[in-house]
């Protein structure tokens, strides 16, 4: 089993930045996978960022990229969404997910384990 638990949401204005923080407890953490996916009120959860153990990659849907950064703390069994340049359509609760065989999938399927998520409100 692996616990996933989020924080560093909150209010901010557009063109801000929040650092969401995902930590794990459980097995070795190493060895997963790590995801971050968003929902917004009335929408579907959608793919964020992934990061691949396997090729060392990180992945960023359209919508983010450029101005979002995945990274992973082994040490501290963290994995982070830095966000940066937030827009009012950034509004969402994030989810941290995690699987030992999802090698950065954009696919909601490919993660075994959620959190509890953190809530970004982005006021234009």
């Known amino acids: 089993q692996v616990q996933l638990v989020e924080s560093g949401g909150g209010l901010v204005q557009a063109g801000g930045s929040l650092r969401l923080s995902c930590a794990a407890s459980?097995?070795?953490?190493?060895?997963?996978?790590m995801g971050w996916f968003r929902q917004a009120p009335g929408k579907e959860r959608e793919f964020v960022a992934a990061?691949?153990?396997?090729?060392?990659?990180?992945y960023y849907a359209d919508s983010v990229k450029g101005r979002f950064t995945i990274s992973r703390d082994n040490a501290k069994i963290t994995v982070y969404l830095q966000m940066n340049s937030l827009k009012p359509e950034d509004t969402a609760r994030y989810y941290c997910?995690?699987?030992?065989?999802?090698?950065?999938?954009?696919?909601?399927?490919?993660?075994?384990?959620w959190g509890q998520g953190t809530q970004v409100t982005v006021s234009s």
């Open positions: 997910a995690a699987d030992s065989g999802a090698f950065g999938s954009k696919f909601e399927t490919a993660y075994h384990y």
């Open positions: 459980g097995r070795t953490f190493s060895n997963y996978d």
């Open positions: 990061f691949s153990r396997r090729t060392s990659s990180s």
